[in-house]
């Protein structure tokens, strides 16, 4: 799990999967960045501000440059 700061403050990142926002193993996101064609349009990327709270901050994942999570 990445750390981050989110509006100055300790945050974690997570990349989870749509739906079930179980999180995707970093082997697992590589082996869909190796299959042609690649699609990540179920993953997404999660900012957690206290992980004592069960909230989150999610957005779809994109890599920069690409418009729908598909390259």
Sequence with gaps: MEEISLNGKPAKLKNLI???YKEISEADLDA???KEPVDLTDILKC????????TAF???FFEE???DGMS
């Design 18 to 20: 749509d739906g079930t």
């Design 32 to 34: 869909r960045y190796n």
């Design 47 to 54: 900012f957690i501000p206290d992980a004592k709270k069960d």
């Design 58 to 60: 999610c957005v779809p």
């Design 65 to 67: 440059g690409e418009e």
